[in-house]
């Protein structure tokens, strides 16, 4: 995934890390904490209107100098500019969304990174309970704990992972996925679905999450959800309250009238 606008130190100062940036796990796992801690999922552009740029130079401008965050094309693709930069092997790979009451196809972009000999899940774009910290895809049937959270990856005869995570005591299906390499290209068709399709929820209502070190705070439509260690809050938003939330809780500017 490359960018010709990209260069690694200013993705560092981004989404300010200030460690050693090099080709291992500690890496791996330390950038993408990092990077889910500072650029929100968002789909602004969506409710402005507007088809979700691919273009890997606008996701660059968007996120690194516009201040923006992205849904998971974008936040995952800046993901794997960084890896590409570092030397990082990775795959992406497509998932297909399980907490729908219906089948839907594998529209969910995910990323397989390669470090040390093991191959990681790592998603920075899932949302309201997308994973903390890289998944490595030989712990499955194992509860992998990630700050307040507990996640499982299960993986069937056909070689298909399904990612779990525990919502209110139960496991919830999340997505599945398998590890057939999918090219940057083969994720237009979902894009262009979730940036268009009157039953895409990112075209019915806005979307924002932004994760932090004890939990996430989610905004959809005009309702605000704080996880604070396990401890929910809620909160509907007036309209002016909606769009200093989304300024100062969330650091981004609205770009359509709220």
């Known amino acids: 995934m490359h960018a010709s606008n990209f260069d690694l130190p200013t993705y560092l100062q981004r989404i300010g890390y200030t460690g050693h940036a090099i080709a291992d796990t500690a890496t791996l796992l330390a950038l993408m904490r990092q990077q ?3 650029v929100p999922f968002e789909n602004l552009d969506v409710q402005a209107g507007k088809v979700v740029s691919l273009a890997p130079e606008e996701i660059a401008e968007k996120i690194l100098r516009q201040g923006r965050g992205g849904y998971c094309y974008e936040v995952n693709g800046l993901f794997a500019m960084a890896l590409q930069a570092l030397g990082i092997p990775y795959q992406f790979v497509a998932a297909r969304p399980m907490f729908y009451p219906a089948r839907r196809p594998r529209t969910h972009m995910a990323v397989i990174a390669e470090v040390e000999g093991r191959h990681w899940l790592c998603d920075l774009g899932f949302g309201s309970y997308g994973i903390r ?10 509860n992998i704990a990630q700050d307040s959270d507990t996640f499982q990856l299960t993986r069937d005869e056909r070689g298909e992972y399904l990612l779990k995570a525990r919502v209110d005591g139960e496991w919830a299906n999340q997505y599945s996925f398998d590890l057939s390499p999918q090219e940057w290209i083969d994720f237009v068709p979902a894009n262009y679905l979730n940036s268009t399709h009157p039953d895409a929820i990112f075209v019915q209502k806005l979307v924002v999450v932004q994760h932090h070190s004890s939990g996430r705070s989610i905004l959809l439509g005009d309702m605000l959800k704080t996880i604070t260690d396990s401890r929910i809050e809620k909160k509907q938003l007036s309209p002016t ?6 300024l100062h809780q969330f650091r981004l500017t609205p770009v359509i009238e709220m």
């Not at 910290?133 to 194992?142: F, G, Q, S, T, Y």
């Not at 309250?241 to 989304?246: A, H, K, R, T």
């Open 36 to 38: 889910l801690f500072t």
């Open 133 to 142: 910290a890289p998944m490595d895809l030989e712990m499955v049937d194992v």
């Open 241 to 246: 309250e909606l769009s200093e939330v989304l």
